[in-house]
């Protein structure tokens, strides 16, 4: 299950859909299970611990920890997780940070 802001979920469809947007795909599942269940084409793994940290991290600190441009706070972003949970919390976290 997929969650993003303006619909609270995805289907896979329309996250392939998104994906050949412009938006980032942030994986919240712990890197173990990265490593067990493989990665999502495309997306970055931060665990749902450390998001509100990375979620305020100076840009260059992300870019050097996730090798990819920190979102801004207007940016798309989709969270994704393996049951739904942890993207919704991560949504929260986000949307508690200021992201639309």
């Not at 392939?16 to 795909?25: A, E, G, I, R």
Request: aromatic share 8%.
């Amino acid at each position: 299950s997929l969650c993003a802001g303006g619909a609270p979920s995805l289907s896979y469809q329309e996250l392939k859909d998104l994906k050949k947007t412009n938006v980032l795909h942030i994986d919240v599942r712990e890197r173990w299970e990265i490593d067990r269940f493989g990665k999502i084409p495309a997306s970055i793994n931060i665990p749902l611990g450390e998001l509100v940290e990375a979620l305020q991290m100076n840009p260059t600190d992300f870019k050097e920890q996730y090798n990819q441009k920190m979102p801004s706070k207007s940016d798309p972003v989709v969270f994704s997780c393996l049951a739904g949970t942890r993207s919704k919390q991560a949504l929260g976290f986000a949307m508690s940070l200021g992201f639309s």
